[in-house]
């Protein structure tokens, strides 16, 4: 990231995606905040050089899901012991509550399935992309799919599919 206003613009446009990806994972604001910080200090002090948009974006993705993944597994985490229940007034607020079921009930999948289930329902990847963004076979990809969506329909009853 050669100039400032190129960052800031780049800032701007990825904001949101970083700090949603890193709250996903992270269930609690400040320590995704704390990661989104990570993930753009890293793209501004690392000489990176992306393709296009698509590039940026799955880059990004990547980085912060597993800058996330490191913190969850840290010494001090663990030491500390866990988070309390996470709370989603704000995301309450903006998608209703019966959303907020959904995306607590997709938080609490095991990790294999919350990436995939992420991934592409909330970001929007092909199954051919988070292969490739997650390094593992489309079939697996495609697999870990039905497999969380088996799970969150048991446990989120029938009538969310309706």
């Not at 206003?5 to 800032?11: G, H, I, T, V």
């Not at 903006?94 to 294999?112: D, F, H, Q, R």
């Amino acid at each position: 990231m050669p100039e400032n206003s190129f960052f800031a613009a780049f800032y701007e446009r990825y904001y949101r995606h970083v700090y949603r990806t890193c709250y996903m994972y992270m269930k609690d604001n400040a320590e995704a905040e704390d990661c989104t910080e990570d993930v753009f200090v890293k793209v501004l002090t690392g000489n990176y050089e992306f393709n296009d948009e698509n590039h940026e974006k799955a880059w990004l993705t990547l980085t912060s899901i597993n800058l996330c993944k490191d913190r969850l597994k840290s010494w001090w985490r663990r030491k500390t012991g866990p988070l309390e229940e996470a709370e989603f007034s704000s995301y309450n607020d903006t998608y209703g509550i019966e959303s907020a079921e959904i995306l607590k009930a997709v938080m609490n999948l095991p990790v294999k399935y919350k990436d995939v289930i992420y991934l592409h329902y909330y970001m929007g990847y092909k199954t051919e992309q988070i292969s490739e963004i997650l390094k593992k076979p489309p079939s697996t990809i495609r697999n870990h799919l039905m497999e969380a969506r088996r799970k969150l329909k048991k446990d989120l009853g029938d009538d969310i599919y309706e």
